[in-house]
């Protein structure tokens, strides 16, 4: 293999981004440290010693896996690259299937199954040692391997015609250099019809929903709904107690198709005026098309980066620099889609800097519906229950937090 000039430019790109990430653990860990014998001022009330210091071990705990998983990723990125096992894969399908776009498609998703599988580890780890060692998890083995089999079938139905496409695209001479926009169309409209179809077809295969009951509850719900002039397909619970005791609620699907969607776990322990509370923050990023101005974002985002692989793709040097001797329009796709991330590694802060504004907005448009303090009681729980620390170092958060720290939320809430 020859290598080239890029090549050292890939080395140096995962070198900074590996050794950033690790100083990054390295900081938040040691801001653990320094306050697991306090808790932070504002919090002496609602937080009790033992909480604090057992959000302090679940952090590090999960910061001791993200170091493993850091390095351990990188090793297998240079394996697939330089290491020359992508190249192999690719001969190896190349003496077996003639056409193009069905070697693509196939090369594409054994490397999709090879990489989930060497995941599959950390995943167990995390749900069965980890979660569990806190108290967390409340999945079987039977719940796990269920999933896993969905998310294939899932993988299969989905993914294989839209690969198939995209590939189909790529090698279409009537449309020659210009395959990325055609290629861009299709992925956004694919986006599009996931976001619509998810809430109904897709989170159900995972997870049972059912309509918000309480009464009172509900009735407070609907006279916000009616403040704030929401339409919406409904409120809906989730049996999220089904994997883990984490709680959470989230907005999911667009135009008409869209839900707010409460845990069963978050439900649990909260006052009535508390989840109204919480459910106005999420009206919060309705109200300020947060979602329509992320889907906006990710669609230039792609363009942007199809438009560069259009350009890379007849680079000989973007192939033979990162392994592949053999340049083609699926070597190409998988290559760009593995080496994006250690390249965009640097704009993840300015994503989460944007995404903890909307926080903040939200936190806003909740406390002029509804009682500030119901908000803070509310927050104060969700960290106390799902073990958040309350005391991130602030170079990790400004990196990796889409939320703003409690401290800081509940400062602007006062
Ligand atoms: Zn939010």
Same mark, same amino acid.
């Given at each position: 293999?020859?290598?080239?000039?890029?090549?050292?430019?890939?080395? !140096?790109?995962?070198?900074?981004?590996?050794?950033?990430?690790?100083?990054? #653990?390295?900081?938040?860990?040691?801001?653990?440290?320094?306050? !697991?014998?306090?808790?932070?001022?504002?919090?002496?009330?609602?937080?009790?010693?033992?909480?604090?210091?057992?959000?302090?071990?679940?952090?590090?705990?999960?910061?001791?896996?993200?170091?493993?998983?850091?390095? !351990?990723?990188?090793?297998?990125?240079?394996?697939?690259?330089?290491? *020359?096992?992508?190249?192999?894969?690719?001969?190896?399908?190349?003496?077996?299937?003639?056409?193009?776009?069905?070697?693509?498609?196939?090369?594409? &998703?054994?490397?999709?199954?090879?990489?989930?599988?060497?995941?599959?580890?950390?995943?167990?780890? +995390? #749900?069965?040692?980890?979660?569990?060692?806190?108290?967390?998890?409340?999945?079987?083995?039977?719940? /796990?391997?269920?999933?896993?089999?969905?998310?294939?079938?899932?993988? &299969?139905?989905?993914?294989?015609?839209? $690969?198939?496409?995209?590939?189909? &695209?790529?090698?279409?001479?009537?449309? *020659?250099?210009?395959?990325?926009?055609?290629?861009?169309?299709?992925?956004?409209?694919?986006?599009?019809?996931?976001?619509?179809?998810?809430?109904?077809? $897709?989170?159900?295969?995972?997870?049972?929903?059912?309509? &918000?009951?309480?009464?009172?509850? +509900?009735?407070?719900?609907?006279?916000?709904?009616?403040?704030?002039?929401?339409?919406?397909?409904?409120? %809906?619970?989730?049996?999220?107690?089904?994997?883990?005791?984490?709680?959470?609620?989230?907005?999911?699907?667009?135009?008409?198709?869209?839900?707010?969607?409460?845990?069963?776990?978050?439900?649990?322990?909260?006052?009535?005026?508390?989840?109204?509370?919480?459910?106005?923050?999420?009206?919060?990023?309705? =109200? =300020? @098309?947060?979602? +329509?101005?992320? $889907?906006?974002?990710?669609? $230039? %985002?792609?363009?942007?980066?199809?438009?560069?692989?259009?350009?890379?793709?007849?680079?000989?040097?973007?192939?033979? *620099?990162?392994?592949?001797?053999?340049?083609?329009?699926?070597?190409?796709?998988?290559?760009?889609?593995?080496?994006?991330?250690?390249?965009?590694? !640097?704009?993840?802060?300015?994503?989460?800097?944007?995404?903890? @504004?909307?926080?903040?907005?939200?936190?806003?448009?909740?406390?002029? =519906?509804?009682?500030? #303090?119901?908000?803070?009681?509310?927050?104060?729980?969700?960290?106390?229950?799902?073990?958040?620390?309350?005391?991130?170092?602030?170079?990790?958060?400004? /990196? =990796?937090?889409?939320?703003?720290?409690?401290?800081? +939320?509940?400062?602007?809430?006062?």
């Amino acid at each position: 293999m020859e290598f080239n000039f890029f090549t050292f430019i890939f080395l !140096f790109a995962i070198l900074t981004s590996v050794l950033a990430l690790l100083w990054l #653990n390295f900081r938040q860990d040691k801001a653990i440290k320094i306050s !697991f014998n306090e808790v932070p001022e504002d919090f002496k009330e609602t937080i009790t010693l033992e909480d604090h210091q057992k959000a302090g071990h679940y952090t590090q705990a999960k910061l001791l896996v993200n170091h493993f998983e850091i390095i !351990f990723s990188t090793i297998v990125l240079l394996i697939w690259t330089l290491g *020359g096992a992508m190249n192999w894969l690719d001969f190896f399908w190349q003496e077996r299937i003639s056409s193009p776009i069905w070697l693509g498609t196939v090369f594409i &998703l054994s490397i999709m199954f090879i990489a989930s599988f060497i995941d599959l580890p950390f995943s167990i780890y +995390r #749900n069965f040692i980890l979660e569990e060692r806190f108290g967390f998890n409340r999945m079987t083995i039977k719940t /796990f391997a269920t999933d896993l089999i969905k998310e294939l079938v899932l993988t &299969l139905a989905l993914g294989l015609p839209l $690969i198939y496409a995209i590939l189909y &695209l790529m090698n279409l001479s009537a449309i *020659g250099d210009y395959w990325w926009i055609y290629v861009w169309a299709i992925l956004s409209l694919f986006t599009i019809t996931m976001m619509w179809i998810y809430p109904t077809f $897709i989170a159900p295969i995972f997870n049972k929903f059912k309509p &918000l009951e309480n009464n009172s509850l +509900r009735n407070r719900i609907d006279n916000l709904l009616e403040r704030t002039g929401f339409g919406s397909d409904g409120i %809906f619970v989730m049996d999220g107690s089904k994997r883990s005791s984490h709680g959470n609620a989230y907005f999911t699907g667009i135009g008409r198709n869209k839900r707010i969607v409460f845990f069963d776990t978050l439900l649990k322990g909260m006052e009535d005026e508390e989840i109204e509370a919480i459910l106005a923050h999420e009206l919060g990023h309705f =109200h =300020h @098309k947060h979602v +329509r101005q992320r $889907i906006i974002s990710s669609f $230039i %985002f792609s363009l942007v980066s199809l438009a560069l692989l259009g350009y890379l793709i007849k680079q000989v040097w973007f192939f033979h *620099g990162l392994g592949i001797s053999n340049p083609s329009s699926h070597t190409a796709l998988v290559l760009f889609s593995l080496t994006l991330p250690v390249f965009s590694f !640097f704009i993840t802060p300015i994503s989460n800097l944007i995404s903890r @504004k909307h926080e903040f907005q939200a936190d806003a448009f909740a406390a002029s =519906h509804t009682d500030a #303090n119901d908000l803070i009681s509310s927050l104060t729980k969700l960290y106390r229950e799902n073990s958040s620390t309350l005391s991130p170092d602030k170079y990790y958060s400004a /990196f =990796h937090d889409s939320h703003p720290s409690a401290i800081l +939320r509940i400062a602007r809430l006062q």
